[in-house]
Every structure is written in structure tokens, then in C-alpha cells.
């Protein structure tokens, strides 16, 4: 059985304290709720991860991780942050490839490529961001843009490797537009992306892999996404900050 996942993508958002008061909301919200294995975690930007740290110690079922990092292991990079760094914070989960990343800062495939290796050659959990353009699923190429990003940046890691994976399938058209994938689009291009998983390695693989789905996740729709048998959980943004919304999302698994 693959782990199924709820975790917030806090982006540029939200000072220490708010951080504090968002962790402590959901920490108390969880006290009396069976996980039953689920995993919860949210991503605060670098400065308030220590922060967010803290006030999820008396519950240490919000897993805490970071947002990006450097692929090099130390060095002249202004404004860089490393994985060993993440490491000596106790930070072990780290999003790479997320479409903010690729438009705003020109992170490349072969970029991300760099980026997935030094973190699986620190022991580091990935959580794996892709997906297409609006105009590339109005063409018809959605499938096969999935298919490269995936091909260049992650399908050269061993079968053992992807222990360390998770995959988050996030519409560049989706996210923050309100104009979530309905539950089919999300489990067709789940359920291809195991099928391409299993094609490059096993079926066996592949059905391990935990696949997130990424994009406009409310309380509203979470369910019916989630209820999906290749949706193994969501990437949420905006829905994130607000202690209420993703405390919804967190029980709609
Ligand atoms: P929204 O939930 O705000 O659409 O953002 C999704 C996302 O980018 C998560 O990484």
C-alpha cells in the first residue's frame, strides 16, 4: 500500500509568526484524528522552517520540508541553500521542479536533473514537481510533455532510488487559478504516469510510487480528487495558509 500524502506548499508566504500560529493549528487539529498512516507535511520558505519546526515538536506528525536547494554541496552561490544544510536543520524532504521554479528562475530539466541527484545522494526525500501547459493540453501534448520531464530528470535514478520519490502532478494551468483538473484529468494522467513508471522499471514499482495531485485542491473538491484510485493525495498551495481549509484537506484522505 502506497502512503498517501496532504502537503502545503507555503510558497512566499506568511512571516514567523503566522508560520507559528498555522503549524500550531494544525498540530492541535490533528490531536484527536487518526492519521491511519497518511503523511501531513507543509513547506515553509528557508527562514521560517526552524520556526515551523518547533511548533510541530509536540505533534511530530507535521513533517516539515523545504521548498528548493542548490544542487552543488557548498560554494560562491549568493543566496543558495545546500542539502547538507537542509540536513544539519533536520530537514529531509525537499519539492524540486516546481513550475514557479521552472518559469520564474529558468530551472531546467537538466537543472532538476542535478538538483534530484545531490538530494538522493544525500539520503533526501524528493517530492517530484511536473505537468503541462495550457497550450500544451489544448494541442494534445500533454501526455508527452509528462513523459519528458519525467524521462529527464528522474528515470536515470536506480529502482532503489525511488524509495526516496514522490511525485506531485501539477497542471501549470491549474495552480492558483481556481481552475483545478477535474478527477478524471487527474486520474487519466495518474494513471499514465504509473503506467510509464512501470513500463521504465516494474508494475510492482510503479504501484508504490505515491503520486500527488497539485492544482486549485479546495475542501470542496478534495474529495472527489482524492477518491481517485491513482490520487494518492494532493500539493496544496493557496488552500495551505489557511489552517481551517487545509485541516479539511488533511481529513478529505
Ligand atoms: P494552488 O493550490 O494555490 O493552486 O497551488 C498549487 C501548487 O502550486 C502547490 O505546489
Known amino acids: 500500500m502506497r502512503t498517501k500524502i496532504v502537503a502545503g506548499n507555503w510558497k512566499m508566504n506568511l512571516d514567523r509568526d503566522q508560520s507559528i500560529q498555522l ?22 520558505p528557508f527562514v521560517n ?27 560562491a552561490y549568493t543566496g543558495e541553500v545546500s542539502a547538507q544544510m537542509l540536513l544539519s536543520n533536520e530537514v529531509t524532504t525537499v519539492i524540486l521542479g516546481h513550475s514557479e ?7 531546467s530539466d537538466a537543472l532538476l536533473k542535478e538538483k ?16 503541462e501547459k495550457l497550450e500544451e493540453r489544448n494541442t494534445g501534448n500533454h ?41 478524471e ?3 487519466e494522467m495518474h494513471a499514465f504516469i504509473r503506467a510509464t513508471i512501470a513500463q521504465a522499471y516494474s508494475r510492482e ?18 474529495v472527489e480528487i482524492f477518491g481517485k484510485p491513482d490520487v494518492d493525495g494532493g500539493l496544496i498551495g493557496g488552500a495551505a495558509l489557511q489552517a481551517a481549509d487545509f485541516i479539511a484537506i488533511i481529513k478529505a484522505l
Open 143 to 183: 501526455f508527452k510533455v509528462v513523459e519528458d520531464q519525467l524521462k529527464k530528470a528522474i528515470f536515470h535514478l536506480h529502482e532503489g532510488d525511488w524509495e526516496k520519490i514522490i511525485l506531485a502532478y501539477e497542471p501549470v494551468w491549474a495552480i492558483g487559478t481556481g481552475m483545478t483538473a477535474s478527477p
Open 101 to 107: 521554479r521552472r518559469e520564474y528562475f529558468y530551472e
Open 185 to 187: 484529468q487527474a486520474q
Open 205 to 222: 514499482m510503479a504501484e508504490g510510487i505515491s503520486i500527488l495531485y497539485g492544482g486549485s485542491v479546495k475542501p470542496g473538491n478534495a
Open 49 to 75: 522552517i526552524s520556526a515551523a519546526q518547533q511548533a510541530s515538536n509536540r505533534d511530530l506528525r507535521v513533517e516539515v520540508g523545504a521548498q528548493n536547494m542548490h544542487q552543488a554541496a557548498s560554494g
Open 23 to 44: 503549524v500550531n493549528a494544525i498540530s492541535a487539529a490533528l490531536q484527536n484524528h487518526d492519521l491511519q498512516g497518511n503523511r501531513v507535511m507543509v513547506f515553509p
Open 116 to 131: 534530484v541527484d545531490a538530494a538522493i545522494a544525500h539520503g533526501m526525500e524528493v517530492v517530484f514537481c511536473f505537468g
